[in-house]
């Protein structure tokens, strides 16, 4: 099995907690898609990814056929389906259905709003301060939603003492928001998750700074947070 990632990137990360988690090993293949290189525009990713992103997971299946899998969420439910030890959701439906609330909040409330075509293309037409307010929002709401979420279930992660998909979501965004400077003080429960989430091997495995094509601690520009005290 194959994971094309990108040591930054959050969808990356989720799934590269989830792989970890079920304890299921895999070549990492490194697609720097920084603005200094975009190796996702080279010729031929578009096969490997319509929308030239990260992740993608590329395995054959048992009759040897090249199959490629897209979308954290499409990738992490056909793991836990053909996975299912540990799982990543509850059996009951409504059980179910809030952790998806969870992983929604970020997948298409967060991620797509702050990821860095949509900051580029804000920065053209409105400039950097917009950016900056625009960037700053999303993130800010997205997690005051997700931290009230938190806040109505019990246990060390957000619903319960095992990992589930949300916490994949949640550890992910809480990075990013960090790489942007976001105070995230007024997130206490979330912060409590994360430090329950990187107590765990697979959580940490699947750290940024623990992969691959991360550069060494001396090359890392110094607003980087590599990694930081909790906030
Ligand atoms: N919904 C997608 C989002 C993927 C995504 O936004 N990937 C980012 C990195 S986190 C990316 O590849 N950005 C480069 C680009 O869009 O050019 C998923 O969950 O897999």
């Known amino acids: 099995m194959k994971l094309y990632s990108y040591f930054r990137s959050s ?3 989720r799934v590269r907690i989830a792989l970890a988690l079920k304890g299921i090993r895999y070549e990492y293949v490194p ?3 920084s603005p200094a290189v975009q190796a996702q525009r080279a010729v031929g990713y578009g096969e490997i990814h319509p929308l030239r992103q990260v992740p993608v997971l590329e395995w054959h299946d048992a009759s040897g056929r090249e199959q ?3 979308q954290s969420v499409a990738i992490l439910e056909y793991l836990d389906e053909r996975w299912p030890t540990p799982p990543l959701l509850p059996h009951e439906p409504l059980e179910r259905a809030r952790i998806r609330e969870a ?3 970020v997948n298409s409330g967060i991620q797509p709003l702050q990821n860095s075509k949509t900051l580029a293309l804000l920065r053209t037409v409105g400039g950097t301060e917009v950016e900056e ?3 700053r929002e999303v993130i800010e709401q997205g997690l005051s939603a997700l931290e009230s979420l938190a806040r ?3 246990g060390a992660f957000f619903s319960g003492d095992m990992p589930l998909l949300a916490d994949l979501f ?3 965004q809480l990075y990013n928001a960090r790489r942007f400077g976001i105070d995230l003080a007024a997130f206490p429960r979330l912060l409590a998750i994360e430090v329950a989430a990187l107590a765990l091997d697979a959580f940490r495995l699947a750290q940024p700074e623990r992969q691959p094509d991360a550069p060494p601690v ?3 520009p110094p607003s980087e947070a590599w990694p930081r005290s909790k906030s």
């Open 68 to 70: 490629r899998l897209t």
């Open 218 to 220: 001396e090359a890392r």
């Open 152 to 154: 109505a279930n019990r």
């Open 170 to 172: 949640i550890v992910p």
């Open 103 to 105: 992983v929604e909040i």
């Open 11 to 13: 969808s990356s990360y």
């Open 133 to 135: 307010c625009w960037r």
């Open 31 to 33: 697609v720097d898609i």
